[in-house]
């Protein structure tokens, strides 16, 4: 039985990480998100970010967005998503600055291993201990 194919739309803000998919007629299928403070209070950020002591720095920890898009996908999955009719995935991304992770990023990401969580195989010391 063939099935409408979907399309998989990922956005990242500040404070949250947000999932909707559409069917061809742009009708939506299923949505859900990921408030940063609310569902990983661990990261310990307010607004979605942390603020050195001098209010001139704000970062956002990389590791809490990669683990918010497992629990994005975790919560698509519990709801009964069918991911095998996804024909197409775009995301967006409203951050203002630059991402750095680490060195020797291309070759972790490009064995990842399916059945694994992202944020567990990627997961590195940070400095914050997190």
């Not at 967005?65 to 197409?88: N, T």
Request: hydrophobic share 40%; proline share 5%.
């Amino acid at each position: 039985m063939a099935t409408d194919p979907l399309f998989l739309g990922f956005d990242l803000s500040t404070q949250q990480m947000k999932a909707l998919a559409i069917d061809s007629k742009m009708n939506i299928v299923e949505e859900t998100s990921v408030n940063f403070e609310k569902d990983l209070p661990e990261f310990r950020t307010v607004g979605g970010v942390h603020k050195d002591s001098n209010n001139l720095t704000v970062t956002a920890p990389v590791h809490m967005w990669i683990k918010s898009c497992d629990l994005v996908l975790e919560r698509l999955k519990a709801k009964g998503f069918h991911f095998g009719s996804v024909a197409c995935i775009s995301g967006t991304g409203q951050q203002h600055g630059s991402v750095y992770w680490r060195n020797g990023a291309r070759e972790i990401l490009k064995n990842l291993k399916p059945g694994q969580s992202i944020f567990e195989q990627i997961k590195v010391p940070s400095p914050r201990g997190i």
